[in-house]
């Protein structure tokens, strides 16, 4: 017997899209309230790069929870590239890495540790 899922859901096929152009957008986020065009550029289905280096923590974890919420509403994936770069994509972007990808879609960041190793 089949569980109820989205699986009803009819998924739009983008690639049937001829006019559609891949365009990759690299940004460095300097406030929060920069997210909403980084979301914007998401919704009309580029690749997103976010470099968070100039946001606290706090910021950048904001930043990264909002725009993993809006790649999954695209049926969309969130990337995570290094310490503060994470990469949003939408669903008709396939992406192959050898890096595992993170458990949540929205990975948890970290304060880096103060201490130096021995």
């Not at 109820?4 to 990759?24: C, G, H, T, Y």
């Not at 986020?29 to 923590?57: G, P, S």
């Not at 990264?64 to 695209?74: F, Q, R, S």
């Amino acid at each position: 017997m089949k569980t109820k899922s989205m699986n009803r859901i009819p998924r739009f096929d983008w690639s049937a899209d001829q006019n559609l152009q891949s365009e990759v957008v690299v940004k460095t986020i300097n406030a929060v309230e920069e997210t909403e065009e980084a979301l914007q550029l998401l919704q009309a289905r580029k690749v997103v790069i976010l470099v968070l280096d100039k946001l606290t923590v706090e910021k950048a974890q904001r930043v990264v929870d909002w725009m993993a919420g809006g790649a999954c509403a695209i049926d969309g994936q969130t990337f995570w590239i290094s310490e503060k770069t994470f990469m949003f994509v939408p669903n008709q972007v396939e992406i192959k890495s050898q890096r595992s990808t993170p458990i949540s879609p929205s990975p948890y960041l970290k304060e880096p540790s103060k201490e130096l190793p021995n």
